[in-house]
């Protein structure tokens, strides 16, 4: 009999100490509240049962059946509603709740008459147990559809959630279906059926089992709940021992001690309500920036498809012009007159500014989106230097200026690499138009060598140089050094950035070196030989 | 005899700048203006080469590059994709359905891109 007393005992004071603990830690929360009436019903329940197999007589045995059954009613509602409120289900399942609570009451008034519990008989080892009145089966069958609902809805919720909440509904499932079958081991021997109730210590099992989804995921802060439990369990032992002192030297040394582990555990509780508080702002932090991130990334494809619609607007009217105008400078629509060549080759070269403003326009938004992709092939990059020189010739002719390319002999050919041949012909004949645009008069010269086992292309002009200031931002996109915007009015300052992205992209790296201001610069780009 | 291309552009202003040049060039120059319009006039005509624009009313270029792997007679014309729609992605799609280059338009003269046609059927 003993077992079955310390079994409501332990049942009793587990839910008391954790109904009572979670209400105070926060009396507002409704999941709170929930919780700690859910354990009151479990407590009652349990406590009455404490007093069941020692009971003295008829009388006090089914008195404290009456009792428990008091709380038994009670168990599987106010268990679904803290589930409902818990799942975000309330509003949708008010009405079975509301009936739920209706049945629950109406049974409650009926516990002490003989439509409940009909009489008290002995069975098995017991000498004492229910008889079953008419309504006591009605009760039965609430409480198993209440039980069995909740453990539905909990089951549903499972198979939908995801992360930290799924292992806490599988935590309360597995705690309910313990708790609920070892419970039902009370209701066998009503219907004659020899089992005893083995499993009612189940309860207490079901209560560590919530507890500790609590204390792993934080459902109610019962971590600090645990430690104001324990520091106030050491507090009373000390104060008891202090109160028990004989001498002046115990009162004082035990006085000082408990002081000490006063102070030690304030700082414990904080400490560890401290700690909670981090987690959970962590927590409310990374799912904010989860969302954020999976905005910006929607934000992110929104603005590269925009930018690619919208220069392919853009480029469309400027083909028809680029053509037009070339087929006219070919004479396919027949001669033209001296005179309109000239300004026919202006609206020429103006359109292939814009061209090639939003080809860098686009090429800075994709470098800065992370989407410019590359198409690494084994190139010669002296035959890429040779068309650029090819392509720029006329443009140094026009200006008096000599492009010296000092191509390596056949013999010493240098060796292919693995680079993008159209980022790297965009960059070389950037470079190059760039000491053209900015020399007058003099010569710009373009060779290439091995350095270091780096490929290394040295683009060197005579003409308008830079300070030391100038070079450290030629680099940085929208810029353009002093003498840029006095002898070229053209660009508005992305090649050079481009340039530098593509070459780091490629591995290498790009700088500019100059002696001053009218003394010239000399440009290289270095290139890694072996790149896969 | 003349090579026969088939110009596949929306654009009616680029299609007939573009015949200007290929006729100039000695080419025998068809156009259509839409992706099914397109693969009739292949079937039809049997091009020895496609210029084809990737942007179309309704179907896509990409629509007519499927549909052409998909019909062994004349899955074999090369094709050079030629577009102002310069989209990573895009680009990949149509490699991978197997044309000879991506052309982005407003880089190339009719010239040059003629030049690069009469590379292709070399």
């Known amino acids: ?532 | 005899m003349a090579k026969k291309i088939l110009i596949v552009e929306d654009e009616k202003i680029l299609v007939e700048m573009y015949r200007d040049k290929f006729t100039q060039a000695g080419f025998k120059v068809i156009s259509a203006m839409e992706a099914k319009e397109g693969l009739t006039s292949v079937k039809k005509e049997r091009p020895d080469l496609i210029l084809l624009d990737i942007l179309l009313p309704n179907e896509s270029g990409i629509y007519f590059l499927s549909q052409l792997k998909k019909d062994s007679e004349i899955a074999s014309i090369p094709v050079v994709a030629f577009s102002n729609f310069d989209d990573p992605e895009t680009k990949a799609q149509a490699k991978k359905l197997g044309v000879k280059e991506y052309v982005i338009k407003t880089n190339y003269t009719p010239q040059e891109v003629v030049e690069k046609v009469k590379n292709y059927l070399r």
């Open chain 1, 1 to 532: 009999m003993l077992f079955y007393a310390l079994t409501g005992l332990i049942n009793a004071i587990t839910s008391t100490f954790l109904g009572f603990f979670v209400y105070f830690k926060n009396r507002k929360s409704k999941i709170n509240q929930l919780f700690a009436l859910f354990c009151l019903s479990v407590a009652v329940w349990s406590y009455a049962y404490y007093f069941w197999p020692g009971a003295a007589d008829k009388k006090i045995a089914l008195l404290s059946f009456q009792l428990l059954h008091i709380g038994a009613i009670f168990i599987p509602i106010v268990y679904l509603h803290f589930i409902l409120v818990w799942l975000n289900l309330y509003k949708e399942k008010k009405a079975i709740l509301k009936l739920g609570y209706l049945a629950s009451f109406i049974l409650s008034c009926f516990v002490f008459t003989p439509l409940f519990i009909k009489d008290m008989v002995p069975k098995l080892s017991f000498k004492y147990w229910g008889e079953p009145g008419i309504l006591y089966h009605f009760f039965l069958f609430i409480f198993l559809t209440y039980a069995f609902y909740a453990f539905y809805l909990l089951l549903k919720a499972y198979q939908k959630s995801l992360g930290t909440r799924r292992k806490q509904i599988k935590y309360i499932l597995i705690g309910t279906a313990i708790g609920y079958i070892g419970g039902a081991t009370n209701y066998f021997l009503w219907y004659n059926i020899p089992i005893p109730p083995v499993g009612n210590w189940s309860v207490t099992l079901y209560l560590i089992i919530v507890a500790y989804a609590i204390v792993k995921y934080h459902l109610m802060e019962i971590r600090v709940v645990l430690t104001q439990l324990l520091v106030g369990v050491i507090a009373i032992l000390l104060l008891f021992q202090f109160l028990a002192s004989e001498t002046l030297f115990e009162y004082i040394w035990k006085g000082a001690l408990l002081v000490a582990f006063l102070i030690f555990g304030w700082f414990l509780i904080k400490s560890v309500l401290l700690e909670i508080r981090s987690r959970e702002r962590f927590q409310e932090l990374t799912i904010k920036l989860k969302k954020a991130y999976k905005e910006l990334e929607r934000l992110d494809k929104a603005k590269s498809e925009f930018i690619s619609i919208a220069s392919h607007q853009l480029r469309t009217p400027l083909t028809a012009i680029k053509g037009y105008i070339s087929m006219i400078l070919e004479g396919v629509y027949g001669q033209m007159s001296k005179k309109i060549k000239k300004p026919m080759e202006n609206v020429y070269k103006s359109n292939e500014r814009l061209i090639k403003l939003i080809n860098d326009l686009l090429s800075v938004s994709r470098i800065e989106s992370g989407r410019m992709e590359m198409d690494f092939q084994m190139v010669l990059p002296s035959e890429i230097i040779t068309s650029c020189v090819e392509e720029l010739k006329i443009q140094a002719k026009n200006k008096k200026i000599g492009l010296k390319w000092e191509e390596p002999p056949k013999q010493e050919a240098l060796p292919r690499i693995s680079i993008d041949r159209d980022k790297m012909r965009q960059v070389i004949l950037n470079i190059i138009d760039n000491a053209i645009k900015y020399t007058e008069g003099g010569e710009v010269r373009i060779k290439c060598q091995i350095v270091d086992d780096k490929y290394r292309i040295v683009i060197s002009d005579t003409g308008a140089g830079m300070t030391k200031e100038e070079a450290s931002y030629l680099f940085e996109s929208f810029s353009r050094g002093k003498a840029g915007t006095e002898l070229c009015a053209e660009g508005v300052g992305l090649g050079l950035y481009i340039a530098k992205k593509f070459v780091e992209m490629h591995g290498g790296k790009i700088w500019a070196t100059s002696l001053g201001k009218g003394k010239g610069s000399t440009f290289y780009i270095e290139l890694p030989i072996k790149i896969k």
